[in-house]
Each structure stands twice: as C-alpha cells, then as structure tokens.
C-alpha cells in the first residue's frame, strides 16, 4: 500500500487537488482513495490525503470510509480488514453503526524534547507514532484549549512545528513530525479524560480528537505508566466531540490502540473537472 501510495502522489496528484483543495475543498478536508487492496483478506485499500500532499493513516478518515460503505452497501456490521500504507487496521461496526478501528502499533520515540512558544512558558513534549509522527505537549495555562482560542493555538503549534523543522528534530528513520498535537484538562470530567488540539499538515486544525493522534497519546500515557492495558481513555477534541481509546500491549513493544467514535455521511457529489476552466484542478496550496 505504501507503494501505491507512491504511485498516487507521482502520477496522480491532481486528482488530490482537485479533490480536496478549493474551490471544491478546503484546508480541512482528507480525502480517502479505495483501491484494491495489497493484503488480499482486507476488503478495501485506503490511501488517504489532504490540501498538501499524502497522509500516512487516518483514523477518523477510516471511520468515514467504513460509514460510507455502510450507507452504498459494500459491508455492514461486523468486523472488516482495511488495508493502508502503515499497515492493515481492522473496523468493527455495531448495528447502531458506533465505529471501532484497531489502530497499527504506535509508540513514544522520544520524551521531554524541549521547545519554545514566543510569548508563553517554556515547554517540552513527546514525540509518537499514532499512524502519523505526533509532537504532543501539555498546552500552557496561558493558551486555553478552547474552540474561541483555535487562532491562537494554530499559531503556537505553528511555531513548535517551524522549531522542529528548523533544528532537524524527527520522528524514527527521518519520518517528518507534521502533526502538532497541545492537550490538557477537559472542561467536563464526567465526559473525558483529556481534551487535545491538534495542527495538522496543512496547518488546519483537526476537528474530530483525532485517531492517530489519540494512538500516538494513549502510547505515550502507557509509556509514562499512567495506562493499563484494558483501560479507558476519552479522548474530547477542540470542538467537544469524544474518542473512546484502549490499549492492548504490543510484544514488539508500544501498544495497539483500539478508538471508537461515529462518522455520518453527509451528501453525495459528482466532481466535475474541466481542464479548459481556471482551477480546474484545485487552487495550488503554493500559491500562498
């Protein structure tokens, strides 16, 4: 699957502009190509992409490819194998249509790797793999983790991201840490555990909690000793909205994440892409 992934961004990135870029997209859009499968037991291959380039894995991307099949027929509930360039996940659908993925092994790489916010207290973090590499630090008291605060936290994690960049900081093998993940209390308690905001890429804030971001903080809670394998963790994002995450412990070391949340299909298009208009294939994020 990494190979079609390859593929795809080669010989095939204007059908990821036009797709997801404006004017029929936007900054915050992943979009999700089905092809056939590597792993011939899996009953999808997903590549995934946003308004810059290729993603690594998607986790509340996967819950919309399972919600979509769902609603056009392909599956229903029950368990299925989807096979994605870091690996095979498998999705279990309730008959309510609560979805469940079984995430790849995530891990902490690193811990207490220092950054600077301009304007706020020093900090340091963790650097994981949830699916994607994820820089995760405890957003300070003086940055809100609140939806009227999101100008604000793009900003900061901005910054951390540029840092990180600028002084050759990676996730394992060179692997590029492009998602900022800040966490810190919920508002409510008897509804999380934790709330998170998290910059990706394309410098757009996610608006789910994230799944591969929740794998990469559920890797790095265990590693601290602060999860048990079985345990809950609930995980709100900036907008409220809750993942349900738990581990089982990886014998190679670092965890299998297992997140649950809910997708929704919410229209059915045909794209139309004439190359003789302007921007028939996106507006070019390097424009800006």
Known sequence: MMEKRETFARELDWLR?????EPRGHDAVVGALLCKPANKTCVTGIIFFNNVGMLNGCLHGTMGVAATLLHMGRIGPGEWPFDTPTGVVTV???DTGRITVQNVRSYRSQSQVPVEIAGHEALSGDIAWGGNWFFLVEAP???PLHASNIEQLTHAAWQ????LTSKNITGNDGGEIDHIEFFGPPEDLSLADSKNFVLCPGKAYDRSPCGTGTSAKLACLHASGDLEEGSLWRQAGILNTVFEGSITIAREGGVYPTVSGSAYVTAEADLII????PFAYGIPTNLF
């Open 141 to 143: 008291p003086s940055l």
């Open 17 to 21: 502009t036009a797709a997801v870029c």
């Open 160 to 163: 951390v991201r540029e840092q």
């Open 274 to 277: 004439d190359p003789s208009k």
């Open 92 to 94: 279990s659908i309730t």
